[in-house]
């Protein structure tokens, strides 16, 4: 019969020195923000806060020189502002833009999308878009204007072919590199699990990429919208009816340069909004949520 194991002692350690200490002593690693820090790291009310002063040097500068022909006041702005769409004419001239806009928008992403593809799959595709990126990126959509109104005449297809142009290069190029940078070990990952052709795009390319790929996006939105009211100041009447850029330029024609400085501030508004409404809410619940940006 084996005796029973005694349990080893325990070893006095006379270097080591315990002192018990009380809990109200420790130091409190995190406490709530105050209001004024919650307030100081409000990023929206940071924004807010610009744009009031901007506002109000607007106002300031407006009052100074006293000419509304040159510069109107903001008050004056927004008084034309509220004026025209209480009388729905700003409406829809604003309408009549985003028709187009979404029209040649989409259709620029979908053409990047598939010469993208292309490129991703293919040593020919790459190296096609690589030459076509570097011939027609540097090409301003607006000059190839008078070719469109030639080709396709007074019709929306004209506007739509030079927003395509805007669109494409920039979103191609954008996705593209997001591609290439993607990790050796990622791209095995998939490959390992079985991945091919377009679910390997979907599922493996697409969300390691989506960084570049929204900063694309954000790319040719802002070029497709710019040449969108450039072209219309061109352009003028469209199918009976004009966009925004008709609205500021006849407002010019008749001198009514508050409700011209109204279709500008439009112009500033919408971007503001898919900038930081749109764009941002994709970001928070993508690229934000996996954890690809800190801020």
């Known amino acids: ?11 006095q350690r006379p270097e080591r020195l315990s002192t018990a200490v009380d809990a109200r002593d420790f130091a409190i690693a995190s406490k709530p923000l105050s209001t ?6 409000n990023t929206v009310l940071w924004k807010i ?7 109000a040097i607007w106002e300031i500068y407006g ?6 022909l040159l510069v109107p006041t903001f008050s004056a702005t927004v008084a034309a502002f509220v004026n025209s ?3 729905g004419g700003l409406l829809l001239k604003v309408w009549v833009s985003i028709k187009v806009l979404l029209v040649g928008y989409a259709a620029g992403v979908t053409i990047a999308a598939i010469l993208t593809m292309f490129a991703t799959t293919t040593r020919l595709g790459a190296e096609l878009l690589e030459t076509l990126t570097a011939m027609f ?3 301003p ?9 030639i080709w396709f005449g007074l019709t929306p297809l004209s506007l739509s072919f030079v927003l395509i142009h805007s ?5 191609a190029l954008n996705t593209h590199s997001g591609f290439v940078s993607v990790s050796p070990t990622l791209r095995m990952v998939g490959k390992n699990c079985g991945l091919r052709g377009l679910r390997y795009v979907a599922l493996i390319l697409i969300p390691a990429a989506f960084p570049s790929i929204l900063t694309g996006l954000k790319i040719g939105w802002a070029f497709a919208w710019r040449t969108l009211i450039a072209a219309e100041l061109i352009f003028g009447v469209q199918s009976g009816s004009g966009g925004l850029g008709w609205f500021i330029v006849n407002n010019k024609n008749i001198l009514d340069i508050p409700n011209v400085f109204a279709g500008l501030l439009t112009v500033i508004i919408i971007g503001l909004l898919v900038e930081n409404v749109i764009f941002r809410t994709i970001e928070t619940r993508t690229i934000r949520r996996w954890g690809m940006a800190t801020s």
């Open 1 to 11: 019969m084996r005796a029973p194991e005694r349990s080893a002692p325990v070893a």
């Open 137 to 139: 990126n540097p090409l």
């Open 85 to 87: 769409v209480l009388t």
């Open 49 to 55: 806060g610009i744009l009031i002063v901007l506002a």
């Open 36 to 41: 004024a820090a919650k307030i100081a790291n």
């Open 63 to 68: 009052r100074w020189l006293n000419n509304q």
């Open 141 to 149: 959509a607006i000059a190839l204007l008078p070719l469109a109104l």
């Open 167 to 171: 669109v494409l290069w920039p979103v």
